[in-house]
């Protein structure tokens, strides 16, 4: 297929238009309102509150009050089942939130041994039988069997203490590792 030449002398198409104009004016208008509700946002809100960790109880770590001391979200325990379910993919999204139901505020990531120094979740009270000084305690060993569920932490993205590569090679790690 040829053109004929006097056709293309001023460019491929001749009869050029606009066609685009209310695409153009709805992409502004969500840029001012874009930029007006981040404004709003960064005048009115506080941003710490979008990387703060929060703990099983809905308490900020770091954030205020008595838990300013304590800045950094520890796990002592994950709910097994909440587990196996997230695994089975049966309800990802609520076996995920049980998994990390059972978070607390530490003053410091703890390592495998010594003392945890916590803000003590209110579920630590309700199962006291089985949480001493933040530290969980599987039944077997209230009862002379196994050892407390305790594994040396790290630090991670300056507000998490998830556990360490060396913790993954003991007791510990072969406990997460049945499930």
Known sequence: MSVPTDEMANGPVSDR???DILCCLIFIAFLVGMVGTGGYGYMY?????????????????GLNGTFVDYPYLYYPTIDP?????????????????EMLKF????????????????????????????????????????YGGGYP??????????????????????PAGAAIKKF
Do not use: H
Not at 81 to 89: C, F, G, T
């Open 45 to 61: 809100g506080d941003p710490n509150l979008l990387i703060t960790m929060w703990d099983a109880d809905g308490n900020g770590c």
């Open 81 to 97: 089942a909440a587990m196996q379910n997230a695994s089975a993919d049966i309800d990802p999204k609520g076996a995920v939130s």
């Open 17 to 19: 238009s606009c066609t």
């Open 149 to 170: 569920f305790r594994y040396e932490t790290e630090l991670v993205g300056g507000k998490i203490c998830a556990p360490s590569a060396k913790s993954l090679e003991g």
């Open 103 to 142: 978070g607390v505020c530490v003053e410091e990531c703890p390592l495998a041994d010594g003392p945890v120094k916590c803000m003590a979740a209110k579920y630590m009270s309700r199962q006291a039988d089985f949480y001493k000084d933040c530290v969980f305690s599987p039944i077997e060993y209230k």
